[in-house]
Antibody
């Protein structure tokens, strides 16, 4: 059974770079798209972006200028970097496995990580 | 950009009753629509994909229907564990969610 385990810094200051990593255990890494999603406190879900095992990426246009998603196939891991964070980036960040590319509009996310709370505060 | 809307924002239902949740897309998304359930402090859980296919392990009381711009998630007989927030999703866009709470 596939499990996603994520980790990263939980407290950042404004202008710093958010960095999170998600490891995939118990299943294939190739053949899927791997996404990051976030949820501000008390609000809904926002898709950030995705990557496949080959390193092909798609990003939410609203965050594209600040987001980098990368993959380490040797470790079955993928990572998120979000630069120049502000208080508006405070959220729970989730990694998830995508069945099909999300940007291709047919994709959906069937396995989720446990979530990491990231707080941006001076 | 396709906009997803959900109604109602909150649905108050008694245990054992049927719950009907709606999701609307601003333009046709064919059957490319998924539903998720999220409980407080937990990650979302995939319920339905392809508008009507239940994900692995999802009880039969959950059903999805619709195509084009109008979609419905039905919970036939609400159990205590079903009180949660439900989101629809198409592509990189989630709906704002419907909270199902106890009447």
């Amino acid at each position: 059974q596939v499990q996603l385990q994520q980790w990263g810094a939980g407290l950042l200051k404004p202008s710093e770079t958010l960095s999170l990593t998600c490891a995939v255990y118990g299943g294939s890494f190739s053949g899927y798209y791997w996404s990051w999603i976030r949820q501000p406190p008390g609000k809904g879900l926002e898709w950030i972006g995705e990557i496949n095992h080959s390193g092909s990426t798609n990003y939410n246009p609203s965050l594209k200028s600040r987001v980098t998603i990368s993959v380490d196939k040797s470790k079955n891991q993928f990572s998120l970097k979000l630069s120049s964070v502000t208080a508006a980036d405070t959220a729970v960040y989730y990694c998830a496995r995508g069945e099909g590319p999300i940007v291709g509009a047919t994709g959906f996310m069937d396995v989720w990580g446990q979530g990491t709370t990231v707080t941006v505060s001076s | 950009e396709i906009v997803m809307t959900q109604s109602p924002a909150t649905l108050s239902v008694s245990p054992g009753e049927r719950a009907t949740l709606s999701c609307r897309a601003s333009q046709s998304v064919s059957s490319n629509l998924a539903w998720y359930q999220q409980k407080p402090g937990q990650a979302p859980r995939l319920l339905i994909y392809g508008a009507s296919t239940r994900a692995t392990g999802i009880p039969a009381r959950f059903s999805g229907s619709g195509s084009g711009t109008e979609f419905t998630l039905t919970i036939s007989s609400l159990q205590s564990e079903d009180f949660a927030v439900y989101y629809c999703q198409h592509g990189g866009t989630f709906g704002p969610g419907t909270k199902v709470d106890i009447k």
